[in-house]
């Protein structure tokens, strides 16, 4: 482990840019489809469900401006963790090995080859080598178009930790997500529109299109309110 | 942060009326009394506490300092969970819901003065009751057995010591011996409960004794699940497991706790462990209280409420409710919708429309879960199935691996939502 990370430090000095240390960045652009549910990269990139992920590399864990950490995220950042690439290697093949109690729904890419795809792909978007991203929550990539009508409905809070009863008895408020992915947090958008892919049976999960095949919009605008505003 | 304002509002109210005059206070506030700290009890605790903000007292009877879930411990017979994993304390419920965790047995209720009695002596006074005090026993429901052979003939059923005893006696079987189930006729607590109690003691027999035979009385016709189950037996445990429904005498059983036989339609078996799962009824509770009508506490769906007595509610496996199987999960689920309405009746908060949903997992091998689930709504007559779906049977091994792991978050889930 040490000797690759070596060997590729030198590559990258040497030619860098593109990472073909280890990595082919075309196919790390493809997994990164398994990311971007929740994570954007490039210009324009913001933070959405999970941080943007520009300059990930050499940069410390739960900084990214403006974007709200889980506890675990924040435990770790204060315990210095900074994002190289052999933590980035270690947090993508398991996340929680790495950082426990994240919102990161994500089970990590057992192949070496594909994070180093991956990472070679990630690392076109960061100033100099070195280093990883963090946390984020369920990850898979929603291809689902919601009325901007439905978007724009401004949902009831009160209402919405109400109806989240019916979401507790699995997914834990705390934003811990083993099993079952965390759904604390989410900006508004992704959560409608997840919400909504399951209803219209675009994502396949069915306990999940069973549950939101009965809400009514307004229903999944108040749960998205509330989920987006608990601490 | 729209709830923090609310918050503290309310914490400092509470805080300025406990200096002022907390007698007065203590007396003037509803009082909410719970009987059993489980799924339903816990629960409803928990959300009445948790959503009143200190204006309604809750208190929560139940005898257990540590409570084990019955759920998931067919895990732990199959080798896949520590007995200690499944134990789970009142503490946070105390400590930060403020809830009054009395560590007793309720033996009487007084409907007219509205006051529970405890074993321990004294009474507890409530303006609201709620009873979810989960299952009992009907006596004589397998000729020869009764509570006080549950040693010799472990039903299991409620876990803790006897699911340890069941395990240490499926641990010592001899080579080639058997392992008989009297399996319950419906209604009963988790209906897929016997069936993957079944798959676990396979699974245990299975790499420490695989000569050994597995033999089921059922009285029932069908169970639940039981396309995956069979699938599964037939594909993991193949030529252990033999069941005898009611078309073979399933239903006519009677067991000798001393010889340790077991006869089916007369036809009599030596074995070598005996799990009888007896006929069940509401908890004892329920039957004092004077709610029950044959077994059950027949409710309102809307909020719970007994149809004898409005001002006691039942949760979980005790209530006769219409269309919800009999698990943690819906009594998890009844419980948030009976909070918010005695939430709503205590203090005039918004009552919202009641909603149910039920999800059962089962484990059959490693990696091999399997589910099924509803969603139910309140009508005037019971709770009513709206939509549910089951696992398949041919399922892919990712998707089956998905299943068990999606299991365990749900007991992490599950677990938070009842116990804080």
Redesign the interface.
């Known amino acids: 482990m040490r000797i690759r990370i070596a060997a590729l430090l030198m590559v990258c000095v040497a030619g860098f840019a593109h990472g073909e240390a280890g990595g082919d960045p075309e196919n790390g652009e493809r997994i990164f489809g398994q990311c971007s549910g929740c994570h954007q990269i490039g210009e324009d990139a913001v933070n959405r469900i999970g941080p943007q992920l520009n300059h990930i590399f050499d940069r410390a864990a739960g900084v990214a401006e403006g974007f709200r950490y889980s506890d675990g995220f924040k435990r770790a950042a204060a315990g210095g963790l900074t994002w190289d690439y052999e933590t980035l290697d270690d947090f993508i093949e398991n996340p929680r090995a790495l950082v426990s109690k994240t919102r990161m729904s994500f089970r990590g890419l057992p192949e070496q080859q594909d994070r180093d795809d991956l990472l070679a792909y990630l690392r076109q978007y960061s100033a100099s080598p070195e280093n990883i991203p963090e946390a984020a929550p369920t990850a898979v990539r929603v291809d689902h178009a919601v009325a901007p009508e439905i978007l724009a409905i401004v949902g009831d809070?009160?209402?919405g930790e109400?109806?989240s009863?019916?979401c507790?008895?699995?997914?834990?408020?705390?934003g811990?997500?083993?099993?079952?992915p965390s759904i604390t947090n989410w900006p508004n958008t992704e959560f409608v529109t997840a919400m909504h892919a399951y209803k219209d049976g675009v994502r396949a999960h069915?306990?999940m299109?069973?549950?939101a095949?009965?809400l009514s919009d307004e229903e999944i605008a108040a749960l998205a309110a509330y989920f987006e505003?608990?601490? | 942060?729209?709830?923090n304002r609310r918050t503290f509002i309310g914490s400092a109210a509470v805080t300025a009326s406990l200096l002022a005059a907390p007698m007065v206070r203590a007396q003037g506030k509803p009082r909410v009394v719970v009987v059993g700290g489980g799924a339903g009890g816990a629960t409803a605790a928990r959300?009445i506490a948790k959503d009143s903000e200190g204006a309604i007292e809750v208190t929560l009877i139940e005898p257990t300092r540590t409570y084990y879930t019955c759920f998931f411990s067919n895990l732990y017979l199959g080798g896949f969970r520590e007995m200690q994993s499944l134990g789970h304390s009142y503490g946070t419920l105390a400590a930060e819901y403020g809830i009054n965790v009395v560590h007793d047995w309720a033996v009487g209720v007084d409907r007219d003065a509205k006051t529970v009695t405890l074993a321990g002596g004294g009474s507890l006074p409530y303006d609201r009751l709620i009873l979810s005090p989960g299952i009992d026993f009907v006596d004589g429901a397998v000729e020869g057995w009764d509570i006080s052979s549950q040693n010799a003939m472990p039903h299991a059923y409620k876990a803790g010591s006897q699911t340890e005893l069941l395990k240490a006696q499926i641990l010592a079987m001899p080579q080639g011996g058997t392992f008989a189930m009297v399996a319950p006729p419906n209604p009963y607590r988790c209906p897929p409960g016997p069936y993957e109690r079944i798959s676990m003691v396979a699974h245990l027999l299975k790499q420490s004794n695989p000569t050994a035979k597995i033999l089921i009385a059922d009285p029932k016709e069908s169970f639940s699940k039981q396309g995956l189950f069979e699938e599964g037996w037939n594909d993991n445990y193949t030529g252990m497991i033999e069941r005898i429904g009611p078309d073979f005498g399933g239903a006519n059983v009677a067991v000798d706790p001393v010889a340790m036989t077991l006869s089916i339609d007369g036809d009599v078996s030596n074995v070598d462990v005996c799990n009888v799962i007896p006929a069940m009824k509401a908890g004892r509770i329920a039957d004092i209280a004077g709610i029950t009508e044959g077994n059950w506490a027949p409710v309102h769906a809307a909020d719970m409420s007994s149809k004898m007595d409005d001002s006691i509610h039942v949760l979980g496996d005790a209530a006769a409710q219409g269309d919800m199987p009999k698990s943690g999960?819906s009594a998890?689920?009844q419980a948030?919708?009976c909070a918010?309405a005695v939430r709503g009746a205590l203090t005039g908060s918004?009552v919202?429309p009641a909603?149910f949903?039920n999800?059962c997992w089962s484990l059959i091998d490693t990696d091999d879960g399997v589910?099924v689930?509803?969603?139910y709504e309140a009508t005037d007559e019971k709770i009513a199935k709206?939509?549910?779906?089951v696992s398949q049977t041919g399922e892919s091994d990712e998707v089956r691996a998905a299943t068990y792991?999606?299991?365990?978050?749900?007991y992490?889930?599950?677990t938070?939502?009842m116990f804080g």
């Open positions: 809070p009160a209402y109400y109806l009863g019916e507790t008895s699995c997914h834990q408020v705390s811990a997500g083993d099993g079952i069915p306990v299109q069973m549950m095949g009965r505003s608990i601490e | 942060m729209p709830f959300y999960f998890n689920s948030k919708v918010n918004t919202f909603r949903a999800t589910k689930g509803a969603t709206v939509d549910g779906f792991r999606e299991s365990i978050g749900w992490d889930g599950i938070s939502d």
